[in-house]
């Protein structure tokens, strides 16, 4: 059975960090690009960040650059993210999501092309 499974999340103070960890059961995560999404209360899910098969191409939304870092350890079979200098306006549910590709060196946040997708893991970052 085909699984991903967020963790990590939790509440923070603003300023503060969090590490996301997106584990893979029952495939390989290295044959599939890797995207974070998130949504918040009425809001539309979006897109925050991905990360290619290879490693060498990252996307992140605007308001998360600088910011948020995503990387992928193929050996644990899991995708990070890595988010610091958290504001209110990150708090939302998170997801990562897998994208069966051949393409090595690319990435998108299209949600419809991903296939798999984790449970979800609450961030809320409030004082």
């Known amino acids: 059975q085909l699984q991903l499974v967020e963790s990590g999340g939790g509440l923070v103070q603003p300023g503060g960090s969090l590490r996301l960890s997106c584990a893979a059961s029952?495939?390989?995560?290295?044959?599939?690009?890797i995207g974070w999404f998130r949504q918040a209360p009425g809001k539309d899910r979006e897109g925050v960040s991905c990360?290619?098969?290879?490693?060498?191409?990252?996307y992140y939304r605007d308001s998360v650059k600088g910011r948020f870092t995503i990387a992928r350890d193929n050996a644990k079979n899991t995708v990070y993210l890595q988010m610091n200098n958290l504001t209110p306006e990150d708090t939302a549910v998170y997801y990562c999501?897998?994208?069966?590709?051949?393409?090595?060196?690319?990435?998108?946040?299209?949600?419809?092309?991903?296939?798999?997708w984790g449970q979800g893991t609450q961030v809320t970052v409030s004082s």
């Open positions: 999501a897998a994208r069966s590709t051949t393409i090595q060196n690319m990435c998108n946040v299209w949600a419809r092309a991903y296939a798999y």
């Open positions: 029952g495939f390989t995560l290295r044959d599939y690009a």
């Open positions: 990360i290619s098969r290879s490693a060498g191409s990252t």
